[in-house]
């Protein structure tokens, strides 16, 4: 059984940081594209970054560009998401996604439907 598990999120003033993991189990790490996207209250879930599986190759939404890192361990199965500069506009729900076809695509990545498993969430607010 596929599980993915974030954890890092929490409550944190504008202008700081925060560093999300997602513990991946239950499938190849090592072959999966790992995506983390997030989801407002009252709006739409948006990709915010993806990882592909070989070659590590990253893309980001515009609107976390210079702010945001995406990494992953595939020894330890983790996916992380190091967020920077932090404004209220990032408060959100954080989720993390696997892709099976291991390549993100400047196409494809912010699709929800690209992704074959999601983990459960957790919560990002930026405040003073």
């Known amino acids: 059984q596929v599980q993915l598990v974030e954890s890092g999120g929490g409550l944190v003033r504008p202008g700081g940081s925060l560093r999300l993991a997602c513990a991946a189990s239950g499938l190849a790490f090592n072959g999966f594209a790992m995506g983390w996207f997030r989801q407002a209250p009252g709006k739409k879930r948006e990709a915010v970054s993806c990882i592909g599986s070989k070659d590590h190759t990253a893309l980001y939404a515009d609107s976390v560009k210079g702010r945001f890192t995406i990494s992953r361990d595939d020894a330890k199965n983790l996916v992380y998401l190091q967020m920077n500069s932090l404004i209220p506009e990032d408060t959100a729900a954080y989720f993390c996604?696997?892709?099976?076809?291991?390549?993100?695509?400047?196409?494809?990545?912010?699709?929800?439907?690209?992704?074959?498993?999601w983990g459960q969430g957790i919560s990002v607010t930026v405040s003073s």
């Open positions: 996604a696997a892709d099976s076809m291991g390549k993100c695509h400047k196409s494809a990545y912010y699709y929800t439907e690209t992704y074959d498993f």
